[in-house]
């Protein structure tokens, strides 16, 4: 993508006008749930990650974020739930984490060999390295020209996208007056959300936290804050691993509410 190329006009990207039927309608078809597989954060979330909407992790370094990106793709997908598209753009993307995670999965959910559920798993991953804004743009634009033309993965419809984390390629472009940078920065909110609502999936991104005037608050300032329709705040206990989710942002829940829940070790 061409810094000096036109951009795609704002009414090209945003989602339709409804009336309420529609939105009545809308709800009834959307309310499914995808989840992360963490009983804190999925109570918190009255279900999971939902579909058609677009939700953000945000907490400190080490405070859980990938962690939570990658048990939401473990999970989705050992549930036989679709495939997961990751954009990893920190070298954060563990295979061997994934199969951590699977290994803890409760017996009602194993009906198959380890190997094989694992390998079936990870065959439902896509995941893709993407280290600046123009790479995501290129994946975005393809995941977009997939979805339109139905194209399946391994026989599933991609029904989770992840980007750990959005604000690595995001906070490099919007520093000091760099207004190209912050409408690069809009334009990505805006095919995040066009995504999905138009092909009923979740997307999850992650973003870190910088100095405030008196606690850490989230990165990509106040422009970015109206973006994701639910935003979850991690912290993790370093003596254990014991996290807690709190909710700074929701489109149905009182925000504020908090709930714990608890990491498989590293290793």
Known sequence: MDMNEEQPRVEDRCIPWSDGTQLLEDAAERKHFLPTGLEGIDTLLGGGLRKGQLTEITGQSSSGKTQVCLYSAAHV?????????????????????????????????????????????????????????????????QLEVSLNGKVHHDGNKICLLIIDSVSSLL???IGGENSQGRSMMISVAMILKKLAHKHNLSALVTNHMVAGNEAPKPALGESWKAVPHIRLMVSRDRRSNICTATTLKHTLLASGRRMKFQLLPAG
């Open 77 to 141: 997908a050992a549930r036989h739930m679709g495939a997961v598209l990751y954009l990893d753009t920190s070298n954060s993307f563990s295979p061997s984490r994934i199969a951590c995670i699977l290994d803890e999965l409760p017996v009602s959910l194993i009906k198959e060999p380890k190997d094989v559920r694992l390998k079936r798993v990870m065959s439902s991953i896509i995941c893709e390295s993407v280290f600046d804004i123009f790479a995501l743009f290129e994946v975005l634009d």
């Open 171 to 173: 906070a490099p472009i």
